[in-house]
Nanobody
Framework: LKFVESGGGLVQPGGSLRLSCTPS????????IAWIRQAPGKEHEGVSC????????YYADSVKGRFTISRDNAKNTVYLQMDSLKPEATAGYSC??????????????????WGPGTQVTVSS
């Protein structure tokens, strides 16, 4: 499973970014797709996930109410809209796929295919 991620960059605190994840060899509703981030010196942290089929969504408590995951089947792309960004959101963000459900996304367990990632830096 292969992906292309885009949309990262430098943004000031309180700003917004939208990340995109486009698979090249499967359709976005076939698998659960998660956004997982890793900051320097820290463990991987699952930020959000959208399940295959009906698209049930999940969010880490740290981003709930500020981040929105969505899926556009026509464009075969999964998005992560990130609003009210905080400096602690600075990390490399990767999309990952594996299985049909999101149960393992907080740690990335069960998500065996990862994209190369896109860097998000929140700084003034």
């Amino acid at each position: 499973l292969k992906f292309v991620e885009s949309g990262g960059g430098l943004v000031q605190p309180g700003g917004s970014l939208r990340l995109s994840c486009t698979p090249s060899d499967f359709t976005v509703d076939e698998y659960a797709i998660a956004w997982i981030r890793q900051a320097p010196g820290k463990e991987h942290e699952g930020v959000s996930c959208i399940e295959s089929g009906d698209g049930t969504t999940y969010y880490a408590d740290s981003v709930k109410g500020r981040f929105t995951i969505s899926r556009d089947n026509a464009k075969n792309t999964v998005y992560l809209q990130m609003d009210s960004l905080k400096p602690e959101a600075t990390a490399g963000y990767s999309c990952a796929a594996g299985g049909l459900y999101c149960s393992g996304y907080p740690s990335g367990r069960g998500f065996g295919s990862w994209g190369p990632g896109t860097q998000v830096t929140v700084s003034s």
